[in-house]
């Protein structure tokens, strides 16, 4: 008996053993996981991540799709709306790097700013950047709109209107000026007035002029993982100054490039954009993959820039205060952008109100909206759609001749699709130094446990096989061995 009691009592032991090891692993293994990935994405200048961070490796597009106008004579005259046909893309690639880095390790932070060039790239564009569209003349709307509250200004206004022409709410331009720049007569002769002169920026206009081979400023961004990337300070302060309340005016967020690991997808996940002065957010969305790497998707809900009744977290950015607040869709950027009137807008009007949209436009979610395939173990983005819209707000002026008859509408001008996407090559390498020691990790608790419930079970049976042949015939065994019952009794 004590032989046989050491025969079946020791495997059974054994499997036992391993089922409460196998068990056990699932959590050990997850600590040790998660701790290796937390060392791995502490950002400093002798970790792993430095290299990477500090100058993007992968490639960054931004692409312009610009509207040319067709109907021009019937927009000034108020018969119609804009109708616009869309051309592009007109792609430049990116290069990102990182400079004057400075670090505090108390505070688990570092300081920099990004310098970004753009290279025009004829291979992934419609064509040539010098092409001409009809456009609506923005430097004309913009000093239409700083002096529309200051009458006595407006007589200088209509000198320059007439002293330069061909001055027109409509111009033909390259694609190269309206994004970079050109010098703009009106401009240039209302700033050689010395009245006004001063309130005049500069005689050149682009939508990105200046920003070829510049940065936007100093970011501060936390380093260590649990707080990986989210921005501190951006030019020395936690908060904006354009927005009429403090929510607005909140810094929240990373850049969008890097997350803390393991971020929940319960969570909303926020970006800090300086191209549209505010924070904005993403809601997990589905599972997609990226070159063979499962991520969670973060798209922008239609809520985020809905309606002061659908969201009235909205009202904070209603310029100059909550009497001028936009339809949904929109967002009044007017106030970071030297006062042009500026809108902001998904594409194609996309999830804005039916009273801002054109019959020209074409909205569709998976061409127009903003989104972000983040790893959920380590927090990079590894795919990064960041599009935006540019509209300019046209209102009627009976002061101006241009601008008597037309009607209240939302112009489009262009909009951008900023991207990126892992390589092949930087896939296979997060592949092997991430994914493939995860699935070990999850597989290792699996294969334990398995052998400790086959080991227990075996063992089982050869205990219940024994049982049996040592019974005499005509037993059963019932109620735990308690009641014997014969069938000859």
């Given amino acids: 008996m004590v032989h046989a009691a050491i025969k079946f009592g020791v495997p059974l032991a054994i499997g036992v053993a391993l089922i409460g090891v196998g068990i056990g692993l699932f959590t050990i293994l997850d600590n040790v996981v998660h701790d290796m990935v937390n060392k791995q994405m502490t950002l400093s200048p002798n970790s792993k991540l430095y290299d990477t961070w500090k100058n993007v490796t992968m490639p960054v597009y931004m692409q312009f799709y610009v509207f040319s106008i067709v109907n021009p004579a019937e927009v000034k005259s108020g018969e119609k709306k804009p109708y616009v046909i869309q051309k592009g893309p007109y792609t430049y690639r990116e290069t990102r790097v ?126 260590n993982p649990e707080k990986l990337a989210l921005i501190k300070e951006w030019k020395g302060s936690p908060y904006l100054s354009w927005w009429p309340s403090k929510y607005a005016n909140q810094i929240n967020g990373t850049d969008g490039s890097l997350a803390p690991p393991f971020f929940s997808t319960d969570q909303l996940a926020y970006i800090y954009s300086s191209d549209i002065c505010r924070s904005v957010y993403g809601k997990y969305e589905k599972d997609v993959e990226v070159q063979g790497i499962t991520v969670k998707r973060y798209t922008t809900p239609p809520i985020l820039l809905g309606n002061t009744t659908a969201n009235p977290d909205n009202m904070g950015f209603c310029t100059p205060n909550a009497n001028y607040c936009l339809p949904g869709g929109l967002l009044n950027a007017s106030n970071c952008q030297q006062d042009a009137p500026v809108v902001y807008s998904l594409p194609h009007f996309l999830y804005a109100d039916k009273e801002v949209q054109l019959p020209c436009m074409n909205p569709n979610k998976e061409e127009h909206q903003t989104l972000i395939d983040t790893d959920y173990v380590t927090g990079i983005s590894m795919r990064v759609h960041k599009r935006l819209q540019i509209n300019v707000h046209l209102q009627r002026n009976p002061d101006i001749d241009d601008l008597a008859h037309v009607n209240d509408v939302f112009y489009p001008v262009l909009w951008i699709n900023e991207s990126y996407a892992i390589d092949e090559s930087s896939a296979n390498q997060y592949k092997s130094e991430v994914g493939t020691p995860l699935q070990v990790s999850k597989v290792i608790p699996w294969v334990v446990l398995g052998i400790g419930i086959l080991v227990a079970v075996i063992t089982l049976m050869f205990i219940v096989k024994r049982v049996r042949k040592s019974s005499p015939p005509g037993l059963l065994i019932q109620d735990g061995g308690n009641k014997l019952l014969s069938d000859t009794a």
């Fill in 98 to 223: 990182k400079e004057d880095i400075n670090w505090t390790e108390k505070e688990n932070t570092v300081t920099y700013r990004e310098i970004t060039t753009y290279v025009f790239d004829r291979e992934l564009s419609v064509g040539w950047d010098n092409e001409t569209i009809t456009t609506i003349n923005l430097p004309f709307l913009t000093v239409a709109n700083l002096f529309k509250y200051e009458p006595a200004m407006i007589e200088y206004v209509l000198e320059a209107i007439e002293k330069v022409s061909g001055t027109t709410l409509f111009l033909d331009l390259t694609i190269s000026d309206l994004v970079w720049g050109y010098t703009d007569k009106m401009l240039a002769y209302l700033k050689s007035l010395p009245i006004i002169g001063s309130q005049i920026p500069s005689d050149k206009f682009g939508l990105f002029m200046g920003r070829n081979g510049s940065d936007d400023g100093f970011y501060t961004i936390y380093t």
